[in-house]
């Protein structure tokens, strides 16, 4: 479970404004994660209205957690904008993720047809960059 939910949600905001468009399918994501989370409907409207800041994340697999739900987010309506991509590795850069690692898991998603990265790839991209 998140630490600060609400830290998560604020980033997963702004990295769907990254693209200047919020689309439908891209606001059920964050509300489902949301419901999840226990965070109201209100407090949803008000984190869209006034994002809170990216709070430091400390633990590895926290950082990844938090990292890939980044990049689903990004990935949700099917679109990768360029934008994105800079929202993206500016949230890795933040987590101490090296933009590299996120160009191989971008690489991984556009070949899965799922569009996802199976954990234990993902593990495997994290650990060859931070032996």
């Known amino acids: 479970m998140e630490r600060n939910p609400k830290s998560l949600l604020s980033d997963l ?19 489902k994660l949301a419901r999840r989370m226990e965070i109201s409907d ?3 409207v008000d984190l869209f209205e006034n994002p809170q800041p990216s ?4 633990n590895e697999v926290e950082r990844i957690t938090h990292f890939y739900k980044l990049i ?6 099917n679109e990768t904008h360029e934008s994105e991509i800079v929202a993206l590795k500016n949230f890795g850069l933040r987590m101490g993720i090296r933009p590299i690692v ?3 898991i971008l ?14 790839e993902l593990l ?4 060859i960059y931070y032996n």
């Not at 905001?13 to 509300?31: H, L, T, W, Y």
């Open 13 to 31: 905001i702004n990295m769907v404004m990254a693209d200047g468009k919020i689309k439908p399918s891209e606001i059920d994501f964050i509300q």
């Open 42 to 44: 209100k407090e949803l």
């Open 55 to 58: 709070r430091p994340v400390f």
């Open 72 to 77: 689903l987010m990004m990935n949700v309506d």
């Open 102 to 104: 996120a160009d191989q």
């Open 107 to 120: 690489k991984k998603m556009d070949e899965s047809e799922e569009k996802m990265v199976p954990a234990e």
């Open 124 to 127: 495997k991209i994290f650990k």
